[in-house]
């Protein structure tokens, strides 16, 4: 079946560090991607989302690409804050409509100044 | 407000006890969809309606796992004679239509059952 994986946390940076969170997925068909992000205390919110190969989402300075030949959606930022320090969830949802989130399971970011 | 809202936010239940989980999605939001939780792991799907039709249950792990939402909007999730291994965070979803592919999911804080 469907599924995603991420790399384990939890990941320490300090402040102004790049950050790279590795996602794979195993899909059949053309999955759409996501990222979600839990701070503390909240719910899960989306971050970014792409829906076809090789299309980049992008928000508050977080991207990803959507690699069908690698089957990869990497989180990437350039400078980490302390406020990015949340839990960070890859996702997929499968080619059919109506269908639910698969979800990987989540990365733990602790940012430091 | 205009998120979504779960009620109770903490439940601790005896084990045997039935307990009930209630969510209020987006108002006019057609989609809705229960996840679960357990510690360390993403979300897991349970059930998902649209409106009060309930589409698709496939991912509730035994019959004693219950969900409605009567009148479209409200939905209760209810687990009968809990067991220790039901303790997890119970995530609610809603979306204007269809999934996630064309609609964003909007989450709420979840129920965090803890059965003793």
């Known amino acids: 079946g469907d599924s995603v994986t991420q790399m384990e946390g939890p990941v320490t940076l300090s402040e102004e560090a790049f950050l790279t969170i590795n996602c794979t997925y195993t899909a059949t068909g053309y999955p759409s991607l996501f990222w979600y992000v839990q701070y503390p205390g909240e719910g899960l919110q989306l971050l970014l989302k792409a829906t076809k190969a090789d299309d980049k989402g992008s928000n508050k300075g977080f991207e990803a690409t959507y690699r069908k030949e690698t089957t990869s959606f990497h989180l990437e930022k350039g400078s980490v804050q302390v406020s990015d320090s949340a839990v960070y969830f890859c996702?997929?949802?499968?080619?059919?409509?109506?269908?639910?989130?698969?979800f990987g399971k989540g990365t733990t970011l602790s940012v430091s100044s | 407000g205009a998120g979504v809202s779960q009620s109770p936010r903490y439940k601790v239940a005896k084990r045997g006890q039935d307990v009930a989980l209630r969510c209020d999605p987006i108002?006019?939001?057609?989609?809705l969809f229960w996840y679960q939780q357990a510690l360390g792991q993403g979300p897991e799907f349970l059930t998902y309606?649209?409106?009060?039709?309930?589409?698709?249950k496939s991912g509730l792990p035994s019959d004693r796992f219950f969900a409605e939402r009567p009148e479209g909007s409200v939905s209760t999730l209810k687990i009968q004679r809990t067991q220790q291994e039901d303790s997890a965070v119970y995530l609610c979803a809603s979306s204007l239509a269809g999934g996630p592919r064309n609609t964003e999911a909007f989450f709420g804080q979840g129920t965090r059952l803890t059965v003793v």
């Open positions: 309606f649209q409106n009060e039709a309930q589409l698709d």
């Open positions: 108002s006019g939001h057609v989609s």
């Open positions: 996702a997929l949802s499968p080619n059919q409509a109506g269908t639910a989130l698969i």
